[in-house]
């Protein structure tokens, strides 16, 4: 922290602090003006080791966006692990109460496999939303029948930082987050029928057997829906019976909002 205060504190007159300026400039306007920022924070007067810090993630942000990280909890032997904008986990050794949002500028791999943070600096979570990125989203809830729900999300890469409920989506959203539901729980067989009561699952059954047997006593060709399902529930289904049953359940799903 030290030598960063200096180079920061020395302002982009110093040799140091063009060459910083420079490089930042390369990255683009905002990591450029994000350095002149941070300089003009280490020359005000007092500015602790933590607020240089701060400094350098704000002017590193702009050029590290992949690389941000928030802390997940403590790791073993003192350390914290935080979760990557990129998705995969990390480690900070001798840190156990680590920022709660760093940007990364270095790691490695230890030899147990695991990504260890060498060189990072601390970045406050409103700068971070300077750079996220808003989406509306749709999703189910599997503890909850899988309930279709939407919500206003604020993320840089895998790390959110915020979420508003919204109201409740649009029919063809709806429909489209259930079968991705059903495909996920492995088809309409596995994900709708298995999880039925026992009553209901007899019942069914009956049904179908009686449709077996009509076919096996009759030239006339029946519904392709009874024969996706036995081949689906054999475990050999593929792509045709799959669309089979998800073209049988399709119109009906967004009445319900969730499959249990």
């Keep these: 922290a030290a030598r960063l205060r200096n180079v920061l504190q020395r302002g982009p007159q110093s040799v140091a602090g063009r060459a910083v300026v420079q490089f930042a400039s390369k990255i683009g306007p905002s990591a450029k003006q994000s350095v002149l920022n941070a300089m003009a924070d280490a020359q005000k007067e007092g500015p602790s080791s933590r607020k240089i810090l701060a400094s350098v993630g704000a002017a590193l942000l702009p050029g590290f966006t992949d690389q941000v990280a928030q802390r997940k909890g403590d790791a073993s032997y003192g350390g914290s692990t935080y979760l990557l904008s990129l998705g995969r986990s990390a480690r900070l050794d001798a840190m156990k109460d680590g920022p709660e949002f760093i940007v990364v500028a270095e790691t490695s791999t230890g030899d147990d496999g695991t990504a260890r943070i060498r060189a990072y600096a601390s970045v406050e979570e409103e700068t971070l939303r300077r750079v996220a990125v808003e989406k509306d989203e749709v999703y189910t809830v599997p503890s909850r029948g899988h309930e279709v729900r939407s919500r206003r999300v604020k993320r840089v890469g895998a790390l959110e930082l915020s979420s508003v409920p919204l109201p409740s989506p649009a029919p063809e959203d709806m429909t489209k987050a259930l079968l991705q539901a059903i495909r996920s729980l492995g088809g309409v067989n596995r994900g709708l029928l298995q999880t039925l009561p026992g009553k209901k699952r007899v019942e069914i059954e009956r049904l179908r ?52």
């Excluded at 009874?226 to 289904?237: C, K, S, T, Y």
């Design 209 to 260: 057997n009686r449709v077996r047997l009509a076919e096996r006593l009759s030239d006339t060709a029946w519904p392709a829906t009874f024969a996706a399902l036995d081949v689906e529930e054999r475990g050999d289904g593929g792509s045709h019976e799959a669309a089979v049953l998800e073209e049988l359940v399709e119109p009906h799903l967004a009445a319900v909002r969730k499959l249990k």
